[in-house]
């Protein structure tokens, strides 16, 4: 018989029947922590619902068998210490984030506690594991991106879209970069292209970052964001179709909003995928010993809609690449 917590890289196969589960777990009492950088969630979001009905599958449900301590930063990025050291001093089974800014500050608060990312960008470049295959220390989970190649593509991508662009925006969140700047400035080179940044660090600042890109002469604009700029989206994408600038990010949701273009994984699969590191920690397993999982799908979302608005006309080999098109 197959273990039900075999880890299945790429899917989320090893999430079973929580009946099954829940004969397993009854009788123990769960404590996870949450430390995200975001506001506490209301209505909460898709992704963290993903993520709470995934363990609830597999038979942790809160107020049974599951307790959860919740910290939100709500973008105060100066509170993630003394948020993660309160966290810790709960000495929670395992605590659950997403964003470098997030995972350092509990990487500088425990080395016991497990910790598994939600999601993280270049965690190696950012000196959050040490490697991929072999974290070492308390964290685990997901990392957001396969290396600079997927920037590249990304770039690629918008190019593909708007053919004659050769001054790219670069809308990047303050603090949750891991070694990209040089990758996203080389990649631009190799396609003709020069390289605007526009820091954001708090919501406030994304109307100014483009104002600045405008002025820039940026022709499209690349998101490199975290979960500020996640629930920004909507604001962002108004933004975009005010200075009328194509724009690519990882997440569909954000083509869903009205940029013009998304490439890349699920944040929803993420989550999910990281409720099954969850369940194994605890079961068990040690975090250092849990290979850190890149995404297994890529998808490319084209907001037709927007590109009409833009005067864009998409061509058609990236129309037959992309797996949804919003019309």
Do not use: C
């Not at 969140?173 to 820091?199: C, H, N, P, W, Y």
């Not at 849990?290 to 006309?313: D, M, Q, R, S």
Request: hydrophobic share 45%; charged share 20%; aromatic share 6%.
């Amino acid at each position: 018989m197959m273990d039900r917590r075999a880890f299945v890289v790429g899917g989320v196969a090893a999430i079973v029947a929580p009946l099954a589960a829940g004969a397993q777990l009854a009788g123990k009492v769960y404590r996870i922590g949450y430390l995200f950088e975001s506001n506490l969630p209301d209505p909460p979001s898709a992704p963290l619902e993903a993520f709470e009905g995934a363990l609830r599958e597999m038979g942790y449900v809160e107020g049974s068998n599951l307790v959860v301590e919740r910290r939100f930063a709500a973008f105060k990025y100066d509170r993630l210490p003394e948020l993660a050291a309160d966290l810790v001093r709960l000495k929670p089974d395992v605590i659950v984030t997403s964003g470098n800014p997030s995972i350092a500050a509990l990487k500088r608060a425990t080395t016991t506690i497990p910790v598994v990312m939600a999601w993280s960008v270049d965690p190696v470049g950012a000196g959050l594991i040490t490697s991929l295959a072999r974290p070492g220390g308390n964290i685990t989970g997901t990392s957001l991106t396969p290396g600079p190649e997927f920037i590249a593509k990304q770039l690629e991508t918008l190019k593909e879209a708007v053919r004659k662009l050769s001054r790219v925006g670069i809308l990047r969140q303050t603090g949750r970069l891991g070694a990209e700047t040089g990758a996203i400035e080389s990649a631009a080179r190799k396609l003709a292209m020069t390289v605007v940044f526009a820091d954001v660090r708090v919501p406030t600042d994304i109307e100014g970052a483009f104002v600045a890109m405008t002025k820039s002469r940026a022709g499209a604009f690349l998101i490199l964001g975290g979960s500020m700029t996640w629930t920004s989206r909507q604001q962002i994408a108004d933004l975009a179709a005010q200075h009328r600038l194509p724009g690519i990010h990882f997440f569909r949701e954000y083509a869903e909003a009205g940029l013009l273009l998304a490439y890349g994984p699920s944040p929803v699969v993420q989550y999910r995928r990281a409720a099954i590191y969850i369940d194994k920690i605890l079961q068990g397993a040690k975090a250092a010993d849990l290979p850190v999982e890149e995404p297994a799908k890529f998808e490319l979302t084209i907001n037709l809609k927007t590109a009409k608005a833009l005067g864009l006309t998409i061509p058609p080999l990236l129309l037959l690449q992309a797996d949804q098109l919003i019309e």
